[in-house]
């Protein structure tokens, strides 16, 4: 199986800047899309940022120009570098990968990491 192990989260004030990673480690995994959902106290999960192989990154309207989604396929890892931050973006931030293993698909979720944004 895979564990993805997230890091970077934390308190920051509106304006400021983190830089969230997401590495994925045990059984050798071929990713085909890597992901960044949220999920605010009270509300449901949602996609924050998604890129898959080859593609173009989306994100959602709400951190467009601010948040910047990057990944490497081939060391298993995404990163979210959040700027511009509001209180608003507060919330518990997951990373997702889809992909392969012996040609069957998975789909793998992080633990999460709290990001707090004060105003």
């Known amino acids: 199986q895979v564990r993805l192990a997230e890091s970077g989260g934390g308190l920051v004030q509106a304006g400021g800047s983190l830089r969230l990673s997401c590495a994925a480690s045990g059984s050798i995994f071929s990713v085909k899309t890597m992901g960044w959902y949220r999920q605010a106290p009270g509300k449901q999960r949602e996609l924050v940022a998604h890129?898959?192989?080859?593609?173009?990154?989306n994100y959602a309207d709400s951190v467009k120009g601010r948040f910047t989604i990057s990944g490497d396929n081939a060391e298993s890892t995404v990163y979210l570098q959040m700027n511009s931050l509001k209180p608003e973006d507060t919330a518990v931030y997951y990373c997702?990968?889809?992909?392969?293993?012996?040609?069957?698909?998975?789909?793998?979720w992080g633990q999460g990491t709290q990001v707090t944004v004060s105003a």
């Open positions: 890129m898959s192989s080859g593609g173009s990154p």
């Open positions: 997702r990968m889809t992909g392969t293993i012996n040609w069957i698909e998975y789909n793998f």
